[in-house]
């Protein structure tokens, strides 16, 4: 497994934490050692993280008012030996993520490693022509250093794509994900272009952004469509000018990175409403590809369910069942609003809820609650119009275009005949497809 998670662990040297980072180096970690919380600092401005494990005794409250001071946003997981739930709860309050007793356990460190590492390798599952096409646009942009705008639904891969494309670029550094939602812009500047030392009161050292260290890699941008306008006006420019400086600074740093964004809303209308730069929009959507949203991807849907169900049994440690006839039947007729997330999450509650040799109908539970079965689902083959809530208007046009021109080998004259409406409307449609980076059925 490639070493590319840093864990930083921090607490008094001794043989509980020898061991944890022997564990978390066997679970794909590089792991530094800090005795204190100063160190651990200095070792992130140095070398930055990708996760903090930190001893309970410490001050992880100043810690953590340190790491956000200086703009860093990495997991922090706080770890003891036999530490009082008092304690453990104190640590959690004030901003661990989760809490991880010593001595060590394998499967604890293993699972806490693979939170951060599961982001940055997922298997890929699915063979739809609808994803293939995707799939196939991504792999022909890999190599070039384009910018690359994937766009999809929530929960429908784009990340798992955006990797696709990383994996495939030859690049020999890291992706690193940066979530633009919900994280306040100063920071997430400071996290993309880096900051000198004084730069801002908490800005004690110099720290290398995202932008600079994915040189010879890739930066995928979550949500791009949540960046702040002063952030996007230095992005913007950062693109124009392929190099940039730190905030505070004025040393030039080239731009050297792969880019990567996604969103899963519509850009265009966010730059109509003065929400989204123009520009910023034409340089990352040099190349377009567009994820197609579960209900679109046929068998897909059993292949990753059967999926989910392995793998989710074995890390739970709870017998591997199959999914009955009925139960994949009323999985294929739900629309699945969250795609591949809330599929994900829906087999998870089944593998722990379901009992009998098979995962039945009524074992398949939404987050809210709610039982599949007592939904009203269309039937199969019917017209699902549950399935088409959630979307817009033109999305659903354009799916249902693209549709009957596939069905009908390309023939734009047949399919326009279908659709009731002119052949110069449908070429005119389609142009905007093409325009937009969409791949359309070639005329027979
Ligand atoms: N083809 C796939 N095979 C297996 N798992 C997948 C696939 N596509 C997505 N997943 C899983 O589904 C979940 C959601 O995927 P991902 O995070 O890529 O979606 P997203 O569109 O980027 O989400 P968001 O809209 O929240 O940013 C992840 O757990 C991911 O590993």
Not at 239 to 249: A, M, N, P
Not at 360 to 381: I, N, Y
Request: glycine share 10%.
């Amino acid at each position: 497994m490639p070493q590319s998670i840093r864990m930083i662990l921090v607490g008094a040297p001794g043989g509980e934490f020898r061991r944890a980072a022997e564990l978390a180096r066997d679970a794909g970690a590089a792991v530094a050692m800090a005795d204190t919380p100063a160190q651990a600092l200095d070792l992130l401005r140095a070398g930055g993280g990708d996760m903090v494990m930190i001893d309970v005794d410490t001050d992880i409250a100043g810690f953590m008012a340190s790491i956000r001071a200086e703009r860093f946003t990495l997991p922090v997981l706080a770890c003891g030996i036999q530490a009082s739930a008092e304690r453990a709860v104190a640590a959690i309050r004030a901003g661990a993520r989760d809490y991880v007793p010593l001595p060590p356990q394998r499967e604890l460190i293993a699972a806490a490693i693979a939170s951060v590492i599961e982001r940055k390798a997922p298997v890929r599952i699915g063979d739809h022509p609808a994803l293939a096409r995707a799939v196939s646009l991504a792999t022909a942009v890999a190599p070039t250093a384009a910018p690359v705008l994937v766009t999809g639904e929530k929960g429908s891969g784009k990340e798992v794509l955006a990797r696709t494309i990383h994996e495939a670029s030859g690049r020999p550094n890291p992706m690193y994900v940066v979530e633009c939602a919900g994280v306040a812009p100063d920071v997430l500047e400071s996290e993309l272009f880096g900051h000198e030392a004084g730069a801002f009161p908490g800005a004690v050292a110099r720290r290398i952004g995202r932008l600079e260290k994915a040189a010879g890699g890739t930066i995928f941008l979550r949500e791009v469509g949540s960046l702040a306008p002063a952030t996007q006006a230095r992005l913007a420019e950062a693109l124009q000018e392929q190099r940039f400086t730190r905030i505070g600074g004025s040393e030039i740093v080239p731009f050297q990175a792969r880019l990567i964004a996604s969103t899963g809303t519509e850009l265009e209308a966010a730059v109509n409403a003065g929400s989204f730069r123009a520009d910023l929009l034409v340089r990352l959507g040099l190349v377009r590809v567009e994820v197609p949203p579960l209900r679109a991807r046929g068998g897909d849907l059993v292949q990753l369910a059967q999926h989910f169900a392995e793998r989710l049994a074995e890390s739970d440690g709870v017998p591997a069942r199959p999914f009955s006839e009925a139960a994949l039947v009323l999985l294929s007729r739900y629309a699945w609003p969250g795609n591949i997330r809330e599929l994900e999450d829906c087999t998870h509650r089944a593998v722990l809820l379901a009992q009998g040799p098979a995962i039945e109908p009524h074992d398949l539970v939404r987050s809210d609650g709610t039982r599949l079965l007592d939904l009203e689902l269309a039937e199969p083959g019917g017209l699902q119009i549950e399935s088409l809530v959630g979307r817009t208007v033109e999305e659903v046009e354009r799916e249902l275009i693209l549709h009957t021109l596939t069905r009908c080998h390309g023939n734009r004259t047949s399919a326009s005949n279908i659709l009731g409406i002119s052949v110069r409307t449908m070429r005119n449609k389609l142009r905007t497809f093409i325009e937009a980076g969409i791949a359309v059925a070639p005329a027979p």
